[in-house]
């Protein structure tokens, strides 16, 4: 009898000590908020730093554009949102404009006429990326976001990775999308893949973003694919390469000292 009873109370030991693991497992899973931040501060290091973003267009798999920029990047005080300056590098008719996004703004600044008028995000850069793509944004921000599910992908790599599905929808009609489903690494936070909705909900593009290396104390995708919505064989390639981490001065990101901004 004592045999048999010492069995029952380790049975019910062994159920309790498992129902607490599945309560600890519910308590640890991320809000849908969480898992954006995290992936956000795996895209974006957390200070000041500046990037060099490469640009190429391919259509039908040839190579019909490209553009190389250098981008300055600072977290602003308010918010915990990024301001961007962004400097034209190559080709060289382009060398020397500049775009500037701070909060929801955004201007263009061209050296030869001495001029800055404001920009859409939305607008196309070249290729799949627009304005708003090739500045540092914070997707928690600007998005307020669900988790949808969790289920297996193939990844920029084409590997199978279980993820978390999130929905985002942009809280300012100021943002570059609409919304935006992202699916985000369920291991690790990594961003993994996106799909880009106009205010139709019209898919605009799909991107997978791959190439992770440590960078600025992080590793992070150093290359994001952008594929048409409506055509497959019109295909951005954007390339993130020379992370430098560097003061970036309040008068960088001022309208009024566009004309006299020098990097060096």
């Known amino acids: 009898m004592i045999e048999k009873e010492a069995k029952i109370v ?6 309790f000590f498992l129902c607490l693991l599945g309560l600890g497992a519910v308590a640890a899973t991320p809000t849908a908020d969480e ?22 267009e391919f259509q039908a798999g040839k190579q019909v554009d490209t553009s190389t920029l250098t981008s300055y990047s600072r977290m602003q005080q308010q918010g915990g949102q990024f301001a961007s300056l962004i400097r034209f590098v190559l080709p060289a008719r382009d ?28 607008q196309r850069l070249l290729g799949q990326a627009s304005n708003g793509d090739v500045a ?16 297996d992908i193939k990844d920029g790599e084409r590997r199978t990775r279980k993820a978390y599905k999130l929905a985002l929808v942009a809280v300012s009609p100021d943002v570059t999308y609409a919304s935006i489903e992202m699916w985000v690494d369920a291991e690790n936070y990594r961003p993994l893949k996106a799909r880009f909705f106009a205010e139709s909900s019209r898919l605009l593009k799909t ?7 440590l960078q600025l104390g992080a590793e992070r995708p150093t290359e994001s694919v952008m594929i048409d919505g ?18 970036i001065p309040d008068a960088w990101l001022q309208r009024d000292f566009l004309p006299r901004f020098n990097p060096d």
């Open 136 to 151: 540092t944004v914070n997707l928690a921000k600007d998005y307020k976001a669900t988790l949808v599910d969790e289920e």
């Open 207 to 213: 991107v997978y973003y791959r190439r992770f290396q």
């Open 35 to 56: 898992i954006l931040a995290a992936s956000d501060a795996i895209r974006n290091p957390g200070r000041s730093f500046s990037v060099t973003v490469t640009l190429t």
């Open 230 to 247: 409506l055509n497959p064989q019109s295909v951005t390639l954007m390339r993130f390469s020379d992370y430098v981490a560097r003061t």
């Open 95 to 122: 060398a020397g404009k500049l775009m500037l996004k701070n909060g929801n703004d955004m201007w263009f600044y061209d050296p030869t006429s001495k001029a800055s008028v404001r920009l859409s995000p939305q």
């Open 10 to 15: 380790k049975s019910l030991m062994l159920f």
